[in-house]
């Protein structure tokens, strides 16, 4: 009988830590369904051009507010808020102070209706320390949108849409994330307490054997088995010494070198992560996700060029002019453009040259947000490479994103054919041939 009691201990411990177990693995498969980490494509648009709002409540024609609104936010809001001054006057009330054939040249080119001569042209530069406006290649409609647009947003409430747009994006990322964090936060609590519980089972567990040992030491009506059982301690000496054991050791640690070889040669030219030092301190944060300014601002080309241009100095001075000129990192450009020199900025994402990579197919025509490569660029204090860029990273994307054809005729009989071939499949990049090597590679 006591043989049986002395043996059952060990079996017990063994049942505490399984179970233990399988609710671990069973919290962690939680904790992976609840919290879901990176960027999903589409999901952060804080930095990408502005898409259509919703008719403004202000009358007008619906279309072209919303219109109005996107070109705003795209072109205009970096400099002009419609109830408040920012870099350059508020724009509300523009229609009361000047024509529609007044703003419509002096937003196409200010520098040549300032030479006119025209004296409310002369007074706002002058007023504004001769600061220059940029060009903007956009229509008579696109600028009349605009102003309907403004028009809209008229008195309310001096709500600028820059800040309106931060509010938003601030808002979105309280809505999808809160509830994650939120549900990962108790996960990880729960898994502490099971730890905690665990452990003080395990002692309470020792303590119990411990006086169960000492109560049968005291016992007289024990036959040898039952003194053998209890005095019995494990040999570890043999444990280490195992053939079977030193084998698995061995078989493990080539393994794990095999692995780390692999992986250390599979990671040549891999630069994740890369985060070098540039020469001046320029925050993403700040400019794209704080004050909301368009990725296509300062990057001209991203929407139009097979490469993303760097911004030359000039961009900057459209802002920083007036803008902390006494920073000693806005000093840095000055001197830059003191000297006619560029500025050294570190290139961090940089393709193969076998491979060839169009920026302008994936933003303007495939509509990818900057967000879907680059992360969450405008969380960024200082820029670091968020994806792999690898090829296979490249392909995976093709295999799964759907090609837009609604509405292109190019497209009709091939939708039909992979429709024929593919019932239910959608019809992703790869199905038009983006995953063929001549492709990227010719």
């Known amino acids: 009988m006591n043989s049986i009691r002395l043996r059952s201990l060990p079996h017990l411990l063994l049942a505490f830590v399984l179970t233990f177990a399988g609710i671990q693995q069973a919290s962690a498969q939680d904790a992976a369904a609840v919290k879901k980490e990176g960027v999903t494509p589409g999901a952060t648009a ?26 705003f936010k795209g072109n205009c809001a970096q400099c002009h808020a419609v109830n408040e001054q920012v870099v350059g006057p508020a724009l509300g009330g ?93 996960v990880d609590i729960l898994l502490i307490v099971l730890v905690v519980v665990l452990i003080v089972l395990v002692v309470t567990l020792v303590i119990i ?37 030193r084998g698995i050791v061995g078989t493990v640690f080539a393994l794990v070198l ?40 300062c990057h001209t080309s991203v929407y139009k060029s097979k490469s993303a ?61 900057c967000q879907t490569c680059h992360g969450p660029i405008q969380n960024m204090e200082v820029v670091y490479q968020y994806s792999a860029l690898t090829m296979g990273w490249c392909i995976n994307c093709h295999r799964e994103m759907p090609l837009n054809t609604k509405d292109n005729k190019y497209y009709d009989n091939l939708v039909k054919l992979h429709d024929t071939k593919n019932a239910g499949a959608p019809f992703t990049v790869s199905s038009n041939g983006g995953t063929e090597c001549s492709k990227c590679h010719y």
């Open 209 to 245: 054997g411990n006086l169960m040992k000492d109560v049968l030491r005291g016992r007289k009506d024990l036959d040898g088995r039952d003194i053998e059982i209890l005095e019995q301690r494990f040999d570890w000496s043999k444990f280490y010494r195992s053939p079977v054991l």
């Open 46 to 71: 804080a930095a990408t051009p502005a898409t259509a709002a919703a008719p403004a409540a202000g009358g007008g024609d619906a279309a072209a507010i919303a219109a109005g609104d996107a070109l």
């Open 258 to 297: 095999l692995y780390e070889g692999v992986q250390s040669v599979m990671a040549v030219g891999l630069n994740q992560g890369y985060q070098p030092t540039q020469p001046i301190a320029f925050s993403h944060k700040l400019h794209a996700g704080e004050h909301q300014i368009n990725c296509a601002y």
């Open 94 to 186: 523009i229609t009361k102070r000047r024509p529609i054939s007044w703003i419509l040249p002096w937003v196409k080119n200010s520098s040549k209706v300032v030479a006119s001569g025209d004296d409310y042209a002369v007074a706002l530069f002058n007023k504004f320390n001769k600061q220059q406006m940029p060009s903007f290649a956009l229509s008579d409609k696109e600028i009349t949108s605009i102003v309907a647009y403004i028009t809209s947003e008229e008195g309310k409430g001096g709500v600028t849409a820059k800040n309106a747009a931060a509010t938003d994006g601030k808002d979105g990322a309280t809505a999808t994330g809160g509830a994650e964090e939120g549900a990962g936060k108790y």
């Open 309 to 369: 241009n760097i911004p030359s100095a000039n961009i900057c001075m459209n802002c920083h002019a007036q803008i902390k000129t006494e920073s000693p990192e806005i000093k840095k450009i000055y001197r830059a453009i003191e000297r006619k020199q560029p500025i050294q900025w570190v290139r961090i994402h940089n393709l193969p040259d076998l491979a060839y990579f169009n920026h302008s197919q994936h933003t303007q025509v495939a509509g990818l947000q």
